[in-house]
């Protein structure tokens, strides 16, 4: 820092690191300190913990306490006395807590004792810098798991980051400094690991299940329900006459709670497998309690009971996988989206607000479920389009009958053309040939030969074009055509069963 005091110039150093953040910090602090210079009011002494020097001496020159007290003055007098990160995180905690589900305010509080406040508990909220909040997140990535005996995973380091990143922010607004968590961007993250069940495996897993939990099987499998909305749905939310399962509470670490997110709140339309598995359900549980699935003493199930004793050793009698049963409602959005049904219906069922969270995890899984990708455009083409080649015989006539220019249109037609084609130079008194072409009408459009014939009043003539087979496919003039228009093109018939009509 360099000011002028006292009709001397004065230059403070510091030994904080050389970033963005800290020059920030040392520019307020030297306009509070020019600001007090200007007033007439400003305490070398106290600012800085050291009397004003009598000779031209720097604070580079001074022993390193000294330096290590300059830095802790120079945040002291930036921030001023700010509480402990501990006393803070209590403060804040108690005004937060009101906006969250319960499920979540345990997994935040369990993160904030687990790891935050004892890594940072006895430092003040002022005094904690970037370097601090980088080091802790590399300190979080260390840590080994119970259960797999590995560290953490990008994931639960970002959740535990996340209530230290707001418990920071809300304490820089409250006293007015710079947040140690700006531009701290949050860890990769894999995709969610998406596995659904193929239909052989759900309807094994349907035939080998208990008895007892068989419908609650059917209604995960093909409603998309969540864990917690299964356990919470009650029979006053069934309407067994509209066919709709109203979701309106879960179940969360064994109480009731809020739903997920405001989407969740929702009407799922059943299936007629699942209006018959509730109805036999509803025989079982339907006055032992006010829960659709629950245990013997009317309470609802308890997940970690139902995983342990039911699901894990389901999936190994069978020879499965382990899944989480959380993918009973991936299976669920896949069988949809393979079935054709639409997407912003599948997104409704599932308590999506949009359809983007559809498209980017589940449609990757439906060509795997149909097991011919395009199959919808070969049926579409199927129905629409025919491949069935044009039959009959061309007749070629006469030579007098046919006249040059004919003749010569119809050789260079032969010649490049590899399907039937023909041009006809019309004439509007060439009877014949208007007879003949009544008379192909007539015959593909289902009538014999003779019958044609007799209703024209005359048998085969030239300008008829009648085969020896009985087919009249094309019918030419013997008209001269005229040269200065251009010769009329084929053009498809309107008719069915006709190919061309010229």
Known sequence: MDFRFAGRRLREYTVLPDNVANRKRLQKALERIEGEIALGTFDYQKTFGKPLPTAATTAVEEAPQAQTELVASMVQSRVGKTPLLRDFI????????????????????????????????????????????????????????????????????NAVMKPLRQILNEAADRFEFTSAFRNIKPLKMKRSDVNPFSLDEVQRILSTVRVDYRNYFVVRFFTGMRTGEVHGLKWKYIDFERNLILV?????????????????????????????????????????????????????????????????????????????????RHTA????????????????????????????????????????????????????????????????????ALGEAARERFDSADENQSTLSAFLATSDGNQASQRGAKTHRLVSGGVDRATADKAMGASRTAGSGVGDDGAIPWAWSTAKPDRSQPPPRARPSRANGDAFVV
Request: hydrophobic share 35%.
């Open 90 to 157: 209590e403060v804040w905690f108690t005004e937060t807590e009101v906006l969250w589900r319960k499920s979540y305010r345990v997994t935040q509080r369990g993160a904030i004792d687990k790891y935050i406040t004892p890594y940072f508990g006895d430092k003040e909220v002022g005094q904690i810098t970037k370097a601090d909040v980088l080091a802790f997140r590399a300190s979080l990535a260390k840590v080994t798991t119970r259960k797999s005996q590995g560290t953490l995973s990008n994931r639960r380091i």
């Open 333 to 400: 959005a896949t069988l949809w989206l393979a079935s054709g049904e639409a997407p912003e219906w599948i997104a409704r069922q599932l308590g999506h607000t949009t359809t983007e969270m559809l498209f980017r995890v589940y449609s990757r899984y439906v060509p795997n479920l149909t097991r011919r990708d395009g199959s919808a455009m070969e049926r579409m083409l199927a129905q629409h389009i025919s491949t069935v080649p044009v039959t009959g015989a061309v007749i070629r006539l006469d030579e007098p």
């Open 248 to 328: 309106r509470e879960a179940i969360v670490l064994n109480e009731e709670d809020e739903l997920k997110t405001d989407g969740s709140l929702r009407d799922i339309q059943m299936s007629q497998l699942v209006v018959d598995a509730l109805k036999s359900q509803l025989k079982a549980t339907g006055k032992l309690s006010d829960y659709v699935f629950c245990n013997r003493k009317g309470q609802p199930l308890d997940n970690k009971n139902f995983l342990n004793r039911v699901w894990s050793p389901l999936l190994r009698h069978l020879g499965l996988d382990h899944r989480r049963a959380y993918q009973m």
